[in-house]
């Protein structure tokens, strides 16, 4: 889809939405291999000058904003969890998790794999990660001002998500790894 602004060209808003969409479709269809701006730019009917315009540093760029985009969506996947409280609601938010993960292998690489200029913990942090770890931290009650429980709790489901996709953990023992995890954070 393009879109366009008054004179009839797209917006650069939208281009930038464009190209991340693109990226995001082209890497969950085929891998984060198929992803090249030469490739977008014949995905989209851009130039490769025009994806070089809103993304100068290039390919990594492109990853770290589709991974905004995912931190944006875990968020969104994090809220539709059922309000409940204590271990209930860290085995539901893990689950969430998880599940995410697993349904969004290609976005979650990105996300989490990828080399992009993506700044965890830092004054650079986008704002989409820093909602979707204030809402796990939430979850856990850690009002700490450095949020290390919080990091444990991110670290682990990330744990889980990477090697049950790798077929390193079993998956039928998710729901007891899960709960025993909600366990120790609760």
């Given at each position: 889809?393009?879109?366009?602004?008054?004179?009839?060209?797209?917006?650069?808003?939208?281009?930038?939405?464009?190209?991340?969409?693109?990226?995001?479709?082209?890497?969950?269809?085929?891998?984060?291999?198929?992803?090249?701006?030469?490739?977008?730019?014949?995905?989209?009917?851009?130039?490769?000058?025009?994806?070089?315009?809103?993304?100068?540093?290039?390919?990594?760029?492109?990853?770290?904003?589709?991974?905004?985009?995912?931190?944006?969506?875990?968020?969104?996947?994090?809220?539709?969890?059922?309000?409940?409280?204590?271990?209930?609601?860290?085995?539901?938010?893990?689950?969430?998790?998880?599940?995410?993960?697993?349904?969004?292998?290609?976005?979650?690489?990105?996300?989490?794999?990828?080399?992009?200029?993506?700044?965890?913990?830092?004054?650079?942090?986008?704002?989409?990660?820093?909602?979707?770890?204030?809402?796990?931290?939430?979850?856990?009650?850690?009002?700490?001002?450095?949020?290390?429980?919080?990091?444990?709790?991110w670290s682990a489901?990330?744990?889980?998500?990477?090697?049950?996709?790798?077929?390193?953990?079993?998956?039928a023992q998710r729901?007891?790894?899960?709960?025993?995890?909600?366990?120790?954070?609760?």
């Amino acid at each position: 889809m393009k879109y366009t602004d008054h004179s009839g060209r797209p917006a650069p808003a939208d281009r930038q939405r464009v190209i991340v969409d693109r990226a995001r479709s082209i890497a969950e269809e085929e891998g984060w291999n198929a992803v090249t701006v030469r490739r977008l730019a014949d995905a989209i009917g851009y130039s490769q000058p025009v994806l070089y315009q809103h993304f100068p540093e290039g390919r990594s760029a492109i990853v770290a904003a589709v991974s905004r985009t995912g931190f944006a969506d875990l968020r969104e996947a994090l809220s539709a969890v059922p309000r409940q409280s204590g271990a209930a609601a860290l085995a539901a938010a893990a689950h969430s998790y998880v599940e995410y993960a697993g349904e969004h292998p290609a976005l979650y690489e990105a996300m989490f794999e990828m080399r992009s200029h993506t700044r965890f913990a830092s004054d650079e942090t986008p704002h989409e990660l820093q909602i979707a770890f204030s809402a796990l931290a939430d979850l856990l009650l850690d009002r700490s001002e450095t949020r290390v429980r919080t990091e444990l709790f991110w670290s682990a489901l990330h744990g889980i998500a990477t090697l049950e996709r790798d077929g390193r953990l079993p998956l039928a023992q998710r729901e007891a790894r899960i709960a025993e995890l909600a366990r120790l954070f609760s």
